[in-house]
């Protein structure tokens, strides 16, 4: 019997960051053999070119709607579609990001996230922090992983997304190639702990193919506390990465012992054998 392929962390142009339409991007999963895809598009709390913290006042959650509608117009010809968000860095103003996010509750899917760094960081983005060194970097991942914890506790998603994203961009930069979770490993498994306690997901980013997010001992660690519910997803931004790297993805569950992956329907799981 074969397995369901489902990528759940999939940006279109609704994204600042993103490159194609949704519609593009469903015939890219048709391509790809997938037999699922979930739109998880930017819902950021504060903005990203804005290293002052400026907060969120509204998101449109009508034109994301039309997006999706115009998607869904390829019918049976597509894979099954789902609509969803990712929602980053709430825990820089909640105050504000939260009362809006009343219009994700009516979606199939929410990712958790976290991509920039607190105020004493400039509100870097990890995508272009450049910490000039070993205990530098170290530095960031505590505040990180503080801020995950943050997240966790405000709770408002479904699944804690890309756990070690720092390391996607960190150890690119000379002298950072060995930079790992070690520093803070006490840190992260409570943050662990914390998304069991609450009953969300996390989220195996496969890195579209590239280093997997989190690694296997990550992965193992949440099995071994009890972890269960798990989803994929490629972070495409672009059609030519939709999919890619979620067929690997299932072999590492596999390999870490896990016998099922998640999908979403209205925020609720869904068991898939692997």
Not at 113 to 132: C, I, N, W
Not at 214 to 224: A, G, N, T, V
Request: glycine share 10%; proline share 3%; hydrophobic share 40%.
């Amino acid at each position: 019997m074969s397995v369901c392929l489902a990528d759940y962390h999939v940006h279109s142009n609704m994204s600042d960051d993103g490159t194609a339409s949704m519609r593009d991007m469903a015939r890219a999963a048709k391509a790809a053999g997938l037999d699922e895809v979930c739109f998880t598009d930017h819902f950021e709390a504060i903005h990203w070119t804005d290293r002052r913290g400026s907060a969120r006042k509204s998101f449109d959650y009508a034109r994301l709607h039309r997006a999706f509608a115009e998607a869904r117009e390829g019918g049976g010809e597509l894979p099954e579609l789902k609509l969803g968000l990712e929602i980053g860095d709430v825990y820089l103003t909640p105050e504000t990001a939260l009362p809006l996010l009343k219009g994700a509750e009516e979606l199939d899917f929410t990712i958790g996230s976290v991509h920039m760094l607190p105020e004493q960081y400039g509100f870097a983005d990890f995508s272009t922090d450049r910490p000039g060194s070993l205990p530098a970097a170290e530095d960031r991942l505590r505040a990180y992983v503080k801020a995950l914890d943050e997240t966790v506790a405000l709770g408002g998603f479904t699944v804690l997304g890309h756990l070690t994203l720092p390391l996607r961009y960190y150890k690119r930069i000379p002298g950072l190639e060995d930079l790992s979770f070690d520093a803070v490993r006490d840190e992260t498994e409570a943050v662990l702990s914390a998304a069991i306690d609450r009953g969300l997901a996390i989220e195996l980013n496969v890195n579209r193919g590239g280093e997997m997010l989190p690694d296997s001992f990550w992965l193992k660690r949440y099995r071994e506390k009890g972890g269960e519910r798990i989803t994929l997803g490629s972070d495409a931004h672009r059609t030519s990465d939709v999919g890619r790297g979620i067929r690997e993805g299932q072999a590492l569950l596999r390999a870490c012992g896990f016998k099922y992956f998640c999908t979403y329907s209205r925020q609720e799981a869904i068991f898939h054998k692997l």
